[in-house]
């Protein structure tokens, strides 16, 4: 079953501490798409770096020219690798602190309505009879 976003798994696909160093067999047949989300994030990671390929392939004649091209691409997607990692754990700490509030909401929501509302009425009612016994009492007294 793919999940809404395919980008879900970023984060852990750039995690290269914790990601085995293996070989993965995609098969596109057809033009169709992988059902895996790990690899339909790496169909889309190795086809957007195709795009760049191709573009400096096209714009440069020289074989040396490419290649260093072809290198400070390489270099400066590299260079943002340590950035876009702090932004995605800036983001996941962010997430993580909503979910704590939604819960605690949640839970504040949940304690107002099974114990407080109800324990409200019941005092209200209370007063009432109060009320309405003071009320009787004055009106028996009066002259």
Not at 96 to 121: C, F, N, S, Y
Request: charged letters at 35%.
């Amino acid at each position: 079953m793919r999940a809404e976003d395919p980008l879900a798994g970023f984060e852990r696909d750039l995690n290269y501490w914790e990601v085995p160093d293996e070989s993965v067999e995609i098969a596109v047949e057809d033009g169709s798409l992988p059902d895996d989300d790990r690899q339909l994030r790496f169909v889309l990671y190795a086809g957007l770096f195709d795009l760049l390929v191709e573009a400096l392939w096209d714009a440069c004649q020289d074989d040396q020219e490419r290649d260093r091209r072809l290198a400070r691409v390489l270099g400066k997607f590299q260079s943002v690798e340590p950035t876009l990692r702090f932004w995605l754990f800036h983001n996941s700490r962010k997430a993580e602190g909503l979910e704590l509030v939604t819960r605690m909401r949640g839970k504040d929501i949940a304690l107002h309505q099974e114990w407080l509302v109800p324990r409200l009425k019941r005092d209200i009612g209370v007063y009432r009879d109060r009320i309405g016994a003071l009320t009787a009492a004055l009106e028996g007294s009066a002259p």
